[in-house]
């Protein structure tokens, strides 16, 4: 930085002040078991959306922990605070293709009477881990069909993910 100082001295002066460099800041990226803060959404390819955080809290989770599905945790591997991205996940690296095997099939009379099943209602049902969602997908006389697929099986999905904070665990 050069300065000219008039004025001062019984003659004009050029002084050269030297500062230091700035410090290139760093930040922290993403790898293997980071501690990661972030807004993300989750979208059909359609656009129509699913989940997100954006309008509120953000999500924090440890890679790794499992609270992600592996293709979205390889997503994030690489980025840092600042970084804002999307990313379209196959059906098979995010909840899987539609397994036939998941269709279960109810008698009637096992429900409550009271209870009124329609196609698209989702429902728990006891198995021996605890209880599971199910959507009712058909419905006759003496017959219920009960999809115990995930509900975005065999879709593809756009994760977008605004990174906001990054650390080392």
């Known amino acids: ?4 100082v008039q004025g001062l001295l019984p003659f ?10 700035t410090p290139k800041v760093r930040f922290m990226i993403i790898a293997d078991s980071a501690r990661v803060r ?5 979208s059909l ?5 699913v989940d997100s955080n954006f309008a509120t ?10 609270n992600l599905p592996p293709a979205f945790e390889r997503c994030l591997l690489g980025l840092q605070a600042g970084d804002e991205r999307s990313f379209t996940i196959a059906p098979e690296d995010a909840f899987g ?3 036939p095997a998941n269709l279960q099939y109810f008698k009637r009379h096992q429900f409550d009477v009271d209870t009124v099943l329609e196609p698209g209602l989702v429902m728990n049902f006891r198995d021996p881990s605890g209880e599971i969602p199910g959507v009712i997908t058909k419905v006759d006389l003496d017959e219920v069909e009960v999809d115990f697929n995930h509900p975005l099986t065999g879709k593809e999905l756009v994760f977008r993910v605004l990174i906001l904070a990054v650390e080392a665990v």
């Open 45 to 49: 390819a359609s656009g129509e959306e």
């Open 97 to 99: 293709q539609h397994n």
């Open 1 to 4: 930085m050069l300065a000219r």
């Open 57 to 66: 809290q953000p999500a924090e989770l440890q890679l790794g922990d499992g």
């Open 38 to 42: 972030l807004h993300f959404s989750l």
């Open 12 to 21: 004009e002066a050029l002084i050269i002040i030297v500062l230091p460099p």
